[in-house]
């Protein structure tokens, strides 16, 4: 049987994953990087993307996390993500909506807050639309 890394996922809501897996892909600030039994010990700020969990060569479950944090140490990762959503959660008609939503609402803004505010909105949408590939 293959080492294990154990991974425990928390959202500022709640822990969401906590079990063992052969290897996990983090989206690092700086770029993915593979996780599995025996890594060295980093601490890495997250990007937004997908956190990709594989189970031998195949892909078990990903999972968009809109920035954080990655810390690895004794077989163990760590991720503290701002906001974590299981990719098979989203719906592409939905978000492409709501992308189109976002776009009429940069446009319409009064001033720069609201404009500035939409545009991330939008800028986040099209983060998970990017998500599903």
Known sequence: MAEMVTMDLVSPEKLLLSDEYEMVVVPGAEGDFAVMAGHTAVTSSLRPGVIAIYEG?????????????????????????????HVADLDRSDLEQRIQDASEDIEDAKDDETRRKAQENRDHLEQLLEALG
Do not use: S, Y
């Open 57 to 85: 060569d195949a892909e078990k479950d990903r999972i968009f996390v809109n920035g954080g944090f990655a810390q690895i140490a004794d077989d163990k990762l760590t991720v503290l993500a701002e906001e974590a959503i």
